[in-house]
């Protein structure tokens, strides 16, 4: 059997870990805001993987933020403490949950806006498309090219719908997958969508999970397979990316890069190529960061943003005249 390395970590994390869904209550257990700061500080310095590849000075931010701790501070003032040390890490699958508040590092910040949603409806869309399950969908340029659009990994996506959509499509000259501007989700819809896009089973990645508090200690590494669906599309598959495409956005742009039919085209990812979890502080606030890192078939790691074949970004003057210069730049690709 092929190793489902991510069925144990990368289903069961978004099950109890969901990108942008994770609030926990409050028990109150300790309120000493010392030994809650220390707490964190000890179990991200012990488990969290990207220490050396983002050149993170730990033990520097401990004594930085340590100096702004004070007893009897309020719990508000703690969690903003707390917060900004774990901003240190600059990654967006690091958060701190509270009743009261959520901390988290703002991905779509690291790169310019590269998707606007109504210039694709109004000036290729129509506003005529069809909805299956999570996708948006429609034919191009007098029905020579697919056009399907991704937002979110939803954990809905079936083999049913994109069985449906590849038969609309299989007689176009190619398929743009549009997922710029998708967060993550579910990585379960991962491996179905990739499904689809080969007739051979195909190795995507591999994961490597923590080991031990050395910052390079990691479990042997896991082979991460794509089995193919008796429904694939062998033409050319353009799929469009930028900066706000994170986390599970991230995983499936790495590897859909093993597959000869496929370009990525657009900006680098955001990146989020970590599978996070966590635990509990004293106070009962509850934290998640990333545990495990993932490295494309040669061993590279691109956890900071997975760089597409081809680099477009939308111009401003484009933008003003109602095109969006990617999907140009993609259908161009396959035509």
Not at 98 to 106: A, I, L, M, P
Not at 258 to 277: E, K, R, S, Y
Not at 287 to 307: I, K, M, Q, W
Request: proline content about 4%.
């Amino acid at each position: 059997m092929r190793k489902l390395f991510q069925l144990f970590i990368l289903v069961l994390t978004c099950i109890f870990f969901s990108c942008e869904k994770v609030f926990f209550e409050e028990d109150g257990v300790s309120g000493d805001p010392f030994v809650n700061f220390d707490y964190l500080w000890n179990e991200v310095n012990e488990k969290y993987t990207f220490f050396d590849y983002k050149d993170i000075d730990w033990e520097q931010s401990r004594q930085i933020y340590r100096q702004k701790i004070y007893t009897g501070m309020s719990s508000d003032s703690l969690f903003r403490v707390l917060a900004a040390m774990l901003n240190e890490l600059e990654d967006g699958h690091v958060n701190l949950i509270s009743s009261f508040n959520v901390s988290r590092y703002f991905i779509e910040t690291l790169g310019r806006d590269n998707y606007d949603e109504r210039i694709v409806n109004e000036n290729y869309l129509n506003y005529d498309f069809y909805t299956t399950g999570p996708f948006r969908h429609s034919f191009l340029e007098n029905d020579q090219i697919g056009y399907v659009r991704f937002s979110s990994f939803t954990g809905t996506v079936t083999h049913n719908q994109l069985d449906f959509m590849l038969n609309r499509y299989r007689n176009t000259e190619g398929l743009i997958f549009d997922i710029r501007e998708n967060g993550g989700g579910s990585s379960g819809d991962i491996y179905r969508i990739l499904a689809h896009f080969s007739e051979e089973p195909t190795l995507l990645f591999f994961s490597e999970s923590k080991a031990g508090p050395d910052p390079n200690t990691f479990l042997p590494a896991q082979e991460v397979y794509s089995d193919p669906s008796p429904v694939f599309y062998l033409k050319p598959i353009v799929i469009l990316t930028d900066r706000s495409t994170y986390s599970s956005g991230s995983f499936l742009t790495l590897g859909a890069k093993q597959f000869a039919n496929v370009t990525v085209m657009g900006d680098t990812t955001g990146g989020g190529l970590g599978v996070p979890n966590g635990g509990q502080l004293p106070n009962g606030w509850t934290y998640r960061f990333s545990v495990t890192r993932t490295l494309d078939v040669n061993g590279n790691n691109f956890e900071n943003g997975v760089p597409p074949n081809i680099y477009v970004i939308t111009t401003d003057e484009d933008r003003a005249a109602g095109i969006d210069t990617i999907l140009e730049a993609a259908i161009l690709e396959i035509l």
